[in-house]
C-alpha cells in the first residue's frame, strides 16, 4: 500500500520543473528533523570568472548542477525513486548494518555544447554528453 | 545583472580565491579533455577561422540540448547554415565536435597566369580530437556576383583534392565535389570534401590541400577572382574555411576524483 500511495505521488508530481515543486508532508518531516533531502543544488561556474573568455567564445558560464541530500525512507514525493531504492531504503530502515541508505543521484542528465579557439584560431564546437544534470532522484 | 535580476536566486556566486580557481580551471579542462588552456593569438594578427558560422552551429546544438535529453533528434538547420548537403541537420545533431579550420595557404593561377585559371587552399587537420571519427567535412567559400562578361551565365565550380604535386608538370588531382551555379548569385558555397578529409586523417603527409577550378559551359577556364569567390584577403566574416564533423567512437572515460 506503501507502494501505491508513493506511485500516485510520483505520477503527480515528477513532470513538473524542479524550481516549482511544493515540498510535500514527508518533505517536512525531514525538514524538521535537520536532514536535507535529496534535491537538485545549482552551482554557477562562469568563464568570465575564471578569466577564460579569450578563448571560450560561448558560452559565458554555465549552470553545473549537482545531485545532493538523503534518501531516507518514506521517500519523498517529490523524487524519482526506483523501485530498488524503495525496497533498499526498507531494508535499511529494519537493517541498517546489512544494506546502506539508497543513492541520491543524478536521474536525467543532457549534453552542454561549448564553443571555443584552440591555439591555431581555429575554432571548436564540442558537446558533451551528460554533462548536465536535469533532475535528481534515489537509486 | 543577470544574477541581480534573481533570475537563478539559488546561485552560489562569490569571489573564488586563486586556490579555488585554479582548482576549477583544472577540472573543467580535464573535462575538456584539454592539456591546458588554449592561447589563440589575439584578433589581428592571424586569420580565425569562421566564429559566426561556428556561433551558427552553437545554437543550434545548444537549443536541442535543452530540447533533447535522452536521444540525439534531427533540428531544422538554420537558413545560414543550409547547404548543399542534404543530410547536414543529422550530421548536426550526431557530431560530438565540429571544428572549423583557418586556411593557411591560398595560390592563386590567376589572369596574370596562362589558363587554366585555378585556386589552392590549404588546411592544417593535425590538431585533431583524438577517438572520434570524420561523418562529414565540408569547404565553404563565399561568392559574390561575377563581374565581367560572364555574369549572365551558369558557372561550374570543381573542388579537387591535390594528390601528387609535381615541380615542373601538372599536379594529380581527384575531384571532390562540383556545383554549378548562376553568375549572379551571391552566397555561401559547401563541397563535400569528406574522402579527402579521411584520407588526409590516415595520412597527414597526403594533406595537399585543394584546388578549385571555375568552367562556363563550353568549358571556358574564368578567372575565380571576376567570378565573384572571396579568397583570405577579402573581408573576415567571407573568408574561406574548412569545417569537418566529428562523432566520438567511445564515451569518454573519466578518472574518478
Known sequence: SVRRAMKKKERKTNDLPQSNIVSGKYDHYHESEGREMCKRHELYVSFRDLEWLDWVIAPQGYAAYYCHGECSFPLDSCMNATNHAILQSLVHLMKPEAAPKACCAPTKLSAISVLYYDNSNNVILKKYRNMVVKSCGCH | ?257
Do not use: C
Open chain 2, 1 to 257: 545583472s543577470f544574477l541581480k535580476n534573481h533570475l537563478h536566486s539559488s546561485f552560489i556566486h562569490r569571489k573564488l580565491s586563486g586556490r579555488e580557481k585554479k582548482e576549477i580551471q583544472r577540472e573543467i579542462l580535464s573535462i575538456m579533455g584539454l592539456p591546458g588552456r588554449p592561447r589563440p593569438h589575439s584578433e589581428g594578427k592571424l586569420p580565425s577561422s569562421a566564429p559566426l558560422f561556428m556561433l551558427d552551429l552553437y545554437h543550434a546544438m545548444a537549443s536541442e540540448d535543452e530540447d533533447d535529453v535522452s536521444q540525439g533528434v534531427s533540428h531544422p538547420v538554420p537558413s545560414s547554415l543550409s547547404t548543399q548537403i542534404p543530410p547536414l541537420g543529422t550530421v548536426i545533431s550526431e557530431a560530438d565536435t565540429v571544428m572549423s579550420f583557418v586556411n593557411m595557404v591560398e595560390q592563386d593561377q590567376d589572369i596574370f597566369h596562362q589558363k587554366p585559371y585555378w585556386k589552392e587552399f590549404k588546411f592544417d587537420l593535425t590538431q585533431l580530437p583524438k577517438g572520434e571519427t570524420v561523418t562529414a567535412a565540408e569547404f565553404r567559400i563565399y561568392k559574390m556576383k561575377s563581374f565581367g562578361r560572364s555574369t549572365n551565365k551558369t558557372l561550374h565550380i570543381s573542388v579537387y583534392e591535390i594528390n601528387k604535386s609535381h615541380h615542373k608538370r601538372e599536379s594529380n588531382l581527384f575531384l571532390l565535389d562540383v556545383q554549378n551555379i548562376a553568375a549572379k548569385e551571391e552566397g555561401w558555397l559547401a563541397f563535400d570534401i569528406t574522402a579527402a578529409s579521411n584520407r588526409w586523417l590516415l595520412n597527414p603527409k597526403y594533406n595537399l590541400g585543394l584546388r578549385l577550378y571555375i568552367e562556363l559551359d563550353g568549358g571556358q577556364s574564368v578567372d575565380p577572382g571576376l567570378a565573384g569567390l572571396v579568397g583570405r584577403r577579402g573581408p573576415r566574416p567571407k573568408q574561406p574555411f574548412l569545417v569537418t564533423f566529428f562523432r566520438a567512437n567511445q564515451p569518454p572515460i573519466r578518472a574518478p576524483r
